[in-house]
C-alpha cells in the first residue's frame, strides 16, 4: 500500500465548475498537510498548508482534513483553464521530509 | 528574486560521467531538502540538512550519490558514474524549522538531468 494515495485523473471540469480532489495517507502520526501544483515541466508550487481537522479556504481554494479518516481534499471554485495542472497532495510527520502522492491531473475545459 | 535557486537548470551527460548540482536555498531557511521526481510520480525524498548538518538520507540514495551543505548556506549533490536510471529532475526545497508542525517547503525550479 503506497504511503499518500491520489486519483491520476485526469479529471475534467469545465470552466467555473468546482473541481474536487482527494488524497488518503496511511500513517496515523502524519501532523502536517500540503497541496502543491505542478505545470508540466515545472517544479511543486504550495497552493495550502492544512494542520488541524476540518476546512482551511484561501480565495478559492478550500482544503478539508479529516484525520480520523485518514483524508486530505482540496476544493477549487470558479475553475479556470488557467488552473489544469497536476495536484500533489503531500503528507509530513512534523519536522520532516514530505512524502507524496503521485498527483491528480486537472483538466479545466472552456 | 528570494526564491530557491538550483542550477544547472539542464544537464545532459553520458553514462559514467559525474555531475554536480547546485541549490541555493531561501536567505536564513536552516532546512535543505533534496527531491528526485520522474515522470508520473510524484517527488521522493533523498536527503536533508538542517544547517551544515545532514540529517537523514533515503534509501534511495546509492553510494554513488553525496550531498553537502557547507557552513549551512548552499548545497551541493553529486552523482557519480552516472546510469541511465538516474535521469530525472532533481528538486531543492528549503524550510524554516519554526512552530510544532508547521513547517512548509519551498522548491526550487529544479534541474533536469538526462543520462545517455
Known amino acids: 500500500q503506497k504511503e499518500v494515495e491520489q486519483n491520476s485523473g485526469p479529471l475534467s471540469v469545465p470552466e467555473g465548475a468546482i473541481a474536487s480532489l482527494n488524497c488518503t495517507y496511511s500513517d496515523r502520526v502524519s501532523q502536517s498537510f500540503f497541496w502543491y501544483r505542478q505545470y508540466s515541466g515545472k517544479s511543486p508550487e504550495l497552493i495550502m498548508s492544512i494542520y488541524s481537522n476540518g476546512d482551511k479556504e484561501d480565495g478559492r481554494f478550500t482544503a478539508q482534513l479529516n484525520k480520523a479518516s485518514q483524508y486530505v481534499s482540496l476544493l477549487i471554485r470558479d475553475s479556470q483553464p488557467s488552473d489544469s495542472a497536476t495536484y500533489l497532495c503531500?503528507?509530513?510527520?512534523?519536522?520532516?521530509?514530505?512524502?507524496f502522492g503521485a498527483g491528480t491531473r486537472l483538466a479545466v475545459h472552456p | 528574486d528570494t526564491g530557491v535557486s538550483q542550477n544547472p537548470r539542464h544537464k545532459i551527460t553520458k553514462r559514467g560521467q559525474n555531475v554536480t548540482f547546485r541549490c541555493d536555498p531561501i536567505s536564513e531557511h536552516n532546512r535543505l531538502y533534496w527531491y528526485r521526481q520522474t515522470l508520473g510520480q510524484g517527488p521522493e525524498f533523498l536527503t536533508y540538512?538542517?544547517?551544515?548538518?545532514?540529517?537523514?538520507k533515503s534509501r534511495l540514495l546509492s553510494d554513488r550519490f553525496s550531498a553537502e551543505r557547507p557552513k549551512g548556506s548552499f548545497s551541493t549533490l553529486e552523482i557519480q558514474r552516472t546510469e541511465q536510471g538516474d535521469s530525472a529532475m532533481y528538486l531543492c526545497?528549503?524550510?524554516?524549522?519554526?512552530?510544532?508542525?508547521?513547517?512548509?517547503?519551498?522548491f526550487g525550479p529544479g534541474t533536469r538531468l538526462l543520462v545517455l
Open positions: 526545497a528549503s524550510s524554516l524549522l519554526g512552530t510544532m508542525f508547521q513547517e512548509t517547503q519551498y
Open positions: 503531500a503528507v509530513s510527520g512534523g519536522y520532516n521530509k514530505l512524502i
Open positions: 540538512f538542517q544547517n551544515e548538518a545532514q540529517l537523514e
